[in-house]
């Protein structure tokens, strides 16, 4: 599966121009600038130490092009390809110096990225047939996020709410200091006021721990009840609970499983008949991909 979606060009500018800095500061490359010479062109490749999904292709075209704004893309496989160990992903040829200077960011970007499609594509591919949606969280890293939903995107998942801004999630934190009271008629009024105050913005979510809860916050309107660290008997009972309020009250209402889901219990959950299934692992501890950048020498250039 080839993703077809694309990064905003000046949002990828501006976030390698910043990679970038960190590694020059403006400056040059003192490596090699000491034993290269300046005209010395070159060809670079980066090549899959390991199998993966491919994330990031457009930050690592941009390092070299922004150092090198001559450079030539020989090849380049665009995000979503599923690629094996020793497969060439990324060959471009330009001012050697430039490509070396560019190898850490663009590796970086790409090794991040794909890291984060690996591990969602794997998820996706364990739930797949059960009807459940596989999402990311918050839990992302800071300046990055924008890049890492997108990568989630080209695993095959779909995305949370983008910050705070943009969607009401209620948690417990929300609740205990609301004013409304903890018990099943303060959680329910404490969920009316927030679909009354921003249901215009998109789903209203809501955390519950328990049955008492997910009916208080069902029939206070809430569009998606997030079942928050639900063991599977718990997930069961919570199915049936919604799917008799749904038939009584005649709305609709999402249930996402979020908490300690791992690859090996995904299947498992997604069974319970729950639609989506929320893991901050994607982003907050996922391993990058192995990926290396060989350059070979060409001829100086006049």
Known sequence: MIAVMQLDEAMVADVVRRALAEDLDGRS?????AVIPESRQGTAYIVAKEAGVLAGMDCAIEACRQLDPACKVLEAAPDGTSFEPGQVV????????????AERSALNFLQRLSGIATRTRAFVDEVRGSGAS???TRKTTPGLRYFEKYAVRVGGGQNH???LFDRILLKENHFALSGNGTDAAGYRKTVEVAVAHGGEFGPVTVEVRDLAEAEAAFLGGADILLLDNM?????RAAVLLVRELKRREGRDVLLEASGGI???TAAT?????????SIGGLTHSVKAIDLSMLVEGGAARA
């Open 161 to 163: 709410r983008y910050g």
């Open 134 to 136: 596989i999402l990311e």
């Open 90 to 101: 990324f060959r471009v040829e330009g001012r050697a110096r430039a490509l070396l200077a």
């Open 29 to 33: 490359d003192l490596s090699s600038t």
């Open 262 to 264: 791992t690859l090996e």
């Open 231 to 235: 063991d599977l008997v718990g997930l």
């Open 269 to 277: 959950i997604a069974a319970t008949g729950v639609d989506r299934l």
